[in-house]
């Protein structure tokens, strides 16, 4: 599924357009009703969100919908937003911690509850919070970026020192075994260094003994893979060191499409652990 994510709201892609979630503000709804501005989305009640579709938006696809979205928030922050923007995106959070999103409509953060940062938050003009996550425009993100900086300054550092104490007793390890899934598919997973990223519950199927890595995802290098009599596709997997890790994590966020993850649904059968020499067919 594809997300369009502009910090204080998100847009989901469907069959028929996307489906935009954010906490109620009269200044959003009204942006994305008014006619002038051309995106004319409608609430779904069903859904419990507001649905643009390219045929209301005037447009032939959902991504030209999310890129008039886009212009559309834009348009109403003042001008350099599109600029810090674009300095706050390169900084994405990955221990499953801390949650940092920015975009056209603003920042979106969360930390635990009593996390020091948060009595920083609290006190930012205009910050609210929704469901366990801070809301801020451009506009308050603008006039108190000093205050957000060392807040944000403290998230990075305690992210990444959490992912490094939670995988930091990694050692080379190779597994390999069954996925249910076609070689296209596979390779479709894979980034452009054959890099594929897992998710906890596709660890603790097929390499149980490491389901105490406490991380939401996580990546492996695709070492080989071939296919058996039964169309079974076999696959052996290195665990990447955790500064690697850490990197790679980072630049899967910094997509604008992330890349997919793999899951325990894809995992049909036992998978063992390998020599760090070995490949399928030693």
């Known amino acids: 599924m594809t997300i369009f994510e502009y910090g204080t709201l998100q847009a989901f ?37 507001w649905q643009a579709t390219p045929e209301r938006a005037n447009v032939k696809t959902v991504e030209e919908v999310g890129a008039k979205i886009e212009q559309a928030l834009l348009s109403q922050a003042p001008e350099v937003w599109a600029q810090t923007v674009a300095g706050l995106r390169r900084v994405p959070t990955v221990s499953g ?32 919070l929704h469901e366990g996550k801070w809301y801020l425009g451009p506009q308050s993100v603008l006039e108190n970026a000093s205050d957000l900086k060392i807040i944000l300054g403290a998230i990075l550092g305690e992210d990444k020192r959490m992912f490094v104490d939670q995988v930091g007793f990694l050692e080379p390890r190779r597994i390999a075994g069954p996925l249910s899934i076609p070689e296209i598919e596979l390779l479709a997973l894979a980034d452009e260094n054959r890099i594929l990223f897992a998710d906890s519950s596709f660890i603790a199927k097929a390499d149980a003994n490491m389901a105490k890595l406490n991380v939401p995802v996580f990546p492996f290098a695709l070492v080989s893979f071939k296919a058996d009599a ?53």
């Not at 954010?22 to 051309?38: A, H, Q, S």
């Not at 509850?113 to 205009?126: D, F, L, Q, S, T």
């Open 230 to 282: 039964n169309g079974f596709l076999f696959a052996s997997l290195d665990y990447l060191m955790p500064d690697v890790a850490f990197r790679r994590l980072q630049e899967r966020e910094l997509r604008e499409q992330k890349m997919g993850l793999m899951h325990e649904a894809m995992v049909p059968g036992s998978w063992s652990r390998l020599k760090q020499h070995e490949v399928l067919g030693d």
């Open 97 to 128: 911690r801390f949650e940092l999103a920015a975009g056209a409509g603003g920042l979106r953060l969360r930390v635990p509850i009593g996390h020091p940062c948060e009595r920083g938050i609290k006190k930012i003009p205009g910050a609210r």
């Open 13 to 49: 892609a469907t069959d028929v357009g996307l489906d935009i979630f954010f906490p109620y503000n009269p200044e959003i709804v009204e942006l994305l009703k008014r006619r002038n501005i051309g995106i004319n989305a409608r609430w779904d009640q069903a859904r419990r969100c």
